[in-house]
C-alpha cells in the first residue's frame, strides 16, 4: 500500500488564532489548516492535505501545533529548513509560521510517523490575566478574569484531576472520543506578576497523551470557581465524580489557550 | 497660577503599537495619544489634552506608559478604578488600556507631578527572536533575527555603556535633546528558550534616567554586530567612543520595544 514515491515531512506549526476559525477546514471562513494548504502549491505545485496532531478551536493559539504532508518528490531536492522557508514565504503577512520542517516515515514503512495517532504527549497552556483593567497588548491572548483569584487553591483542586478519570465533566457535548476516560499527567496551576500594578497572569499547564473537546477549557472554567472562593476543593471533587457537563463551571474563553507542544 | 478646581490624574497605560503612528498626535494618521484623547470625553465631556512620560515611535509597545491629565471635577467623585473602566470602555477593541489611574499633586501644587518631568528611572525591555523560521504568534512584537546570535558576548559589551557616557553613536540625527550625555544604569543581555526547535529569545532590559531618541533601538542594532561576531567588544568600545552615528549598527526595529515601567 506504500507509496515509495512520496515523501512524509513532519511540521511544527506557530499561529496567532485570533483572527481563524480555528485549524480545521470549513467553508467560506479562514482556518489555519486552509491557510497553509493554499501555501503549498504555489511553491511546489502540489495540492496537498495535511494532518495536525490536533483540531484547536476557533481564536486557540500553538507554539507547536504538529502537521504531516506527504510531497512527491521536488524537482530538485529540498532541505526542511527550506521547505519551512518556502511555505512561510506564501503565508505572509498571516500571523502563521512553519517553525521546522523534518522527513519523517510515511504510510506504509516501518515506523510510520502520523501527527494525530503518533502522539504520545501534548502540553497545553492556558493564560489568565487576573486584574480589574482590560487588556492592552494581551488582547485576544489571554482570559481577561476580573475578579482576583487564588492559585494556590486552584493547583490544589488540579491535583484531584491528575491520573486516569472519567472526564464527562469537562467533556464538550460535541466531543466524539469513544470513551470520556483519559489520563491527565500533570496540571500546575502557577502565578506571575503581570503588571506594576499588581495584576498577575495565572498560567496553567496541563500535560497528557490526549484530551477530550473543550477539556483544557472546561477545566479551566471550572478551577476558576475554586479560585474565586465560591467552590470548595471537595465542591471541585464532586463535580469531577458527578461525570456530568452541567456540574462544571463554564468554558473559558478560546484566547487564553495555546497548544504548546506535541510529543511523539 | 494653580488652579485648585482641577485635579491631576497619573494613568499607567498598555498598549499594542503596532496599528499606531507611535505616541504623539499627527495629522492623519492613528497615535495612542489620539485615541485616548477621543476616549476621554465620551465619558466626561471633558476635550483634554494628555501627556506622556515619553513618547514612543511607531510600532512601539508599552507594558507601562504613563501619562498626565487634569480632570475639571466631575458630576459625581469617581475612583481612579472607575475612570480607568470608563476611558477603557470607548477604547474599546483598540488594543489599549487604562490600567490605573491615581491622583497626584497638580501645576502650582507643592510636589507638582508631571508625567515626564517628574520621572526619575524608565524601563525598556527590546525582545530579539533569534533563529530562522519567520515569526508566528510574535509577529510585530519582536525583532525575528535569522543569524545566530551569542548573547554572552553580547552582554559583555553591553556593560561597556553601563555608566555616564556620550552616546552621540546611539542618538537619531532628529534628537532634541539637550546633549547627547546620559546615564544607563543598566543593560542586561539574557537567553530564553523560545521553541522546541532550538530558536532562542534574547531580551536586552535597558535602565535610566532618559534616553535619547532611538537610543535603546541603536544599541541593540549595534550590540548584534557584536552577537554576529562581525564585531569584537573592543570594536564596539571604539564605536562608543568615536561619539558618531555613523560609527554605529543599524537602528533595530520598532516591533521589538516595550517601554515597561516609569519610575518616579
Same mark, same amino acid.
Given at each position: 500500500?506504500s507509496? *515509495?514515491?512520496? *515523501?512524509?515531512?513532519k511540521?511544527? #506549526?506557530?499561529?496567532c488564532g485570533?483572527?481563524?476559525y480555528?485549524w *480545521?477546514?470549513? +467553508?467560506a =471562513?479562514p482556518?489555519?489548516?486552509?491557510a497553509i494548504? +493554499?501555501?503549498i502549491p504555489?511553491f511546489?505545485g502540489?495540492?496537498?492535505r495535511?494532518h495536525?496532531? &490536533? /483540531?484547536t478551536?476557533? &481564536?486557540?493559539h500553538? /507554539?507547536?501545533q =504538529?502537521a504531516h504532508?506527504?510531497?512527491?518528490?521536488f524537482?530538485?531536492p529540498?532541505?526542511?529548513f527550506?521547505?519551512a522557508?518556502?511555505?512561510n514565504?506564501?503565508? /505572509?503577512p498571516?500571523?502563521?509560521?512553519?517553525v521546522?520542517?523534518?522527513? @519523517?516515515?510515511?504510510? $506504509?514503512e516501518?515506523?510510520?510517523?502520523?501527527?494525530r495517532?503518533?502522539?504520545t504527549?501534548?502540553?497545553?497552556?492556558?493564560?489568565i490575566?487576573n486584574?480589574?483593567?482590560?487588556? $492592552?497588548?494581551d488582547q485576544?491572548?489571554?482570559?481577561?478574569?476580573? /475578579?482576583?483569584?487564588?492559585?494556590?487553591?486552584m493547583?490544589? !483542586?488540579?491535583?484531584?484531576?491528575? $491520573?486516569?478519570?472519567?472526564f464527562?465533566t469537562?467533556?464538550?457535548a *460535541?466531543?466524539?472520543a469513544?470513551s470520556? #476516560?483519559?489520563t491527565l499527567d500533570r496540571?500546575? @496551576?502557577?502565578t506571575? +506578576?503581570?503588571?506594576?500594578q499588581?495584576?498577575?497572569? #495565572?498560567? #496553567?499547564?496541563a500535560?497528557g497523551?490526549?484530551?477530550l473537546?473543550?477539556q483544557?477549557?472546561?477545566?479551566?472554567?471550572?478551577?476558576?470557581?475554586?479560585g474565586e472562593g465560591?467552590?470548595? =476543593?471537595?465542591?471541585?471533587?464532586? !463535580?469531577?465524580?458527578?461525570k456530568?457537563?452541567?456540574?462544571g $463551571? @463554564?468554558?473559558?474563553?478560546?484566547?487564553?489557550?495555546?497548544l504548546?507542544?506535541?510529543?511523539?
Amino acid at each position: 500500500m506504500s507509496d *515509495q514515491t512520496l *515523501q512524509r515531512w513532519k511540521l511544527t #506549526i506557530e499561529y496567532c488564532g485570533t483572527d481563524y476559525y480555528g485549524w *480545521q477546514r470549513q +467553508e467560506a =471562513v479562514p482556518s489555519i489548516q486552509q491557510a497553509i494548504e +493554499e501555501a503549498i502549491p504555489e511553491f511546489s505545485g502540489q495540492v496537498l492535505r495535511i494532518h495536525a496532531a &490536533g /483540531r484547536t478551536d476557533a &481564536g486557540v493559539h500553538a /507554539r507547536g501545533q =504538529v502537521a504531516h504532508v506527504d510531497f512527491a518528490p521536488f524537482k530538485k531536492p529540498m532541505e526542511g529548513f527550506e521547505i519551512a522557508k518556502a511555505i512561510n514565504a506564501f503565508l /505572509r503577512p498571516q500571523p502563521i509560521s512553519i517553525v521546522s520542517a523534518e522527513p @519523517v516515515a510515511g504510510a $506504509g514503512e516501518e515506523d510510520e510517523f502520523h501527527a494525530r495517532y503518533s502522539a504520545t504527549n501534548k502540553l497545553y497552556h492556558y493564560r489568565i490575566i487576573n486584574r480589574r483593567a482590560l487588556l $492592552g497588548l494581551d488582547q485576544g491572548r489571554a482570559w481577561h478574569f476580573k /475578579r482576583p483569584l487564588g492559585a494556590d487553591a486552584m493547583h490544589e !483542586a488540579a491535583q484531584i484531576l491528575v $491520573g486516569q478519570h472519567d472526564f464527562s465533566t469537562f467533556r464538550d457535548a *460535541q466531543c466524539q472520543a469513544n470513551s470520556p #476516560i483519559k489520563t491527565l499527567d500533570r496540571l500546575d @496551576v502557577t502565578t506571575h +506578576e503581570y503588571d506594576a500594578q499588581g495584576g498577575t497572569e #495565572i498560567l #496553567i499547564a496541563a500535560e497528557g497523551r490526549s484530551f477530550l473537546h473543550h477539556q483544557v477549557r472546561n477545566m479551566v472554567g471550572t478551577l476558576v470557581l475554586v479560585g474565586e472562593g465560591k467552590w470548595s =476543593v471537595q465542591d471541585f471533587k464532586a !463535580a469531577l465524580e458527578a461525570k456530568d457537563r452541567t456540574k462544571g $463551571g @463554564v468554558t473559558a474563553p478560546a484566547d487564553g489557550l495555546y497548544l504548546m507542544r506535541v510529543d511523539y
